[in-house]
């Protein structure tokens, strides 16, 4: 994600310039590249399930680095805006093309209560990959394959790493975000 700091944002873009980060494809393909071209992955399923992850690990991000700002509420509810009008389309395209009801947004909402399950049930967590990666993988039908686990693991971490990048160059500009 490219991002010039030379004119103040908007706490509205900030969180629309987050969500088409967390629907950008390129970390997701990076991911799916390292896995090794064995018959046992589902690469569809994978592929499916890393975009899910990639969308909820932005959003995780989000409320992380925001955690003590005022900002976090206001981004937080422009970034699943945006993501719920995402949902919404490719929820409408899916569902005329296949002839059965898709519901994007309700998939993504099970799948962060499975994410939250996961590491809930470990006390004392200090990394969420070591969660995530499983977790993720077992949802992939593949929770033995240390390839599929890896690649849950570095999509997790390349979208903590994009929008920490992304909030620290926004907020070591000069001037603070604008209200939107």
Same mark, same amino acid.
């Given at each position: 994600?490219?991002?010039?700091?030379?004119?103040?944002?908007?706490?509205?873009?900030? *969180?629309?310039?987050?969500?088409?980060?967390?629907? @950008?494809?390129?970390? +997701?393909?990076?991911?799916?590249?390292?896995?090794?071209?064995?018959?046992?992955?589902?690469?569809?399923?994978?592929?499916?399930? =890393? /975009?899910?992850?990639?969308?909820?690990?932005? *959003?995780?991000?989000?409320?992380?680095?925001?955690?003590?700002?005022?900002?976090?509420? !206001?981004?937080?509810?422009?970034?699943?805006? %945006?993501?719920?009008?995402?949902?919404?389309?490719?929820?409408?395209? $899916?569902?005329?093309? =296949?002839?059965?009801?898709? @519901?994007?947004?309700? $998939?993504?909402?099970?799948?962060?209560? +499975?994410?939250?399950?996961?590491?809930?049930?470990?006390? /004392?967590?200090? @990394? !969420?990959?070591?969660?995530?990666?499983?977790?993720?993988?077992?949802?992939?039908?593949?929770? @033995?394959?240390? /390839?599929? +686990?890896?690649?849950?693991?570095?999509?997790? /971490?390349?979208?903590?790493?994009?929008?920490?990048?992304?909030?620290?160059?926004?907020?070591?500009?000069?001037?603070?975000? %604008?209200?939107?």
């Amino acid at each position: 994600m490219t991002f010039s700091c030379e004119q103040r944002v908007s706490v509205q873009e900030m *969180g629309e310039n987050l969500a088409n980060f967390s629907l @950008d494809r390129e970390s +997701i393909l990076f991911a799916i590249s390292r896995l090794p071209e064995e018959n046992a992955i589902n690469r569809v399923n994978v592929e499916y399930e =890393i /975009h899910l992850l990639k969308i909820l690990s932005v *959003g995780w991000a989000i409320s992380y680095f925001m955690e003590d700002r005022s900002e976090k509420t !206001p981004l937080m509810e422009r970034f699943w805006q %945006v993501l719920f009008e995402f949902s919404k389309n490719i929820s409408s395209v $899916t569902s005329a093309s =296949i002839g059965k009801e898709v @519901d994007y947004f309700r $998939t993504l909402k099970e799948r962060i209560d +499975i994410y939250v399950k996961a590491i809930s049930a470990v006390p /004392h967590l200090t @990394d !969420p990959a070591s969660v995530i990666g499983p977790t993720f993988a077992a949802l992939c039908e593949n929770a @033995d394959n240390v /390839h599929v +686990i890896m690649a849950g693991n570095r999509v997790f /971490h390349l979208a903590l790493e994009g929008v920490k990048f992304y909030l620290e160059s926004v907020f070591s500009s000069n001037a603070e975000p %604008v209200a939107s």
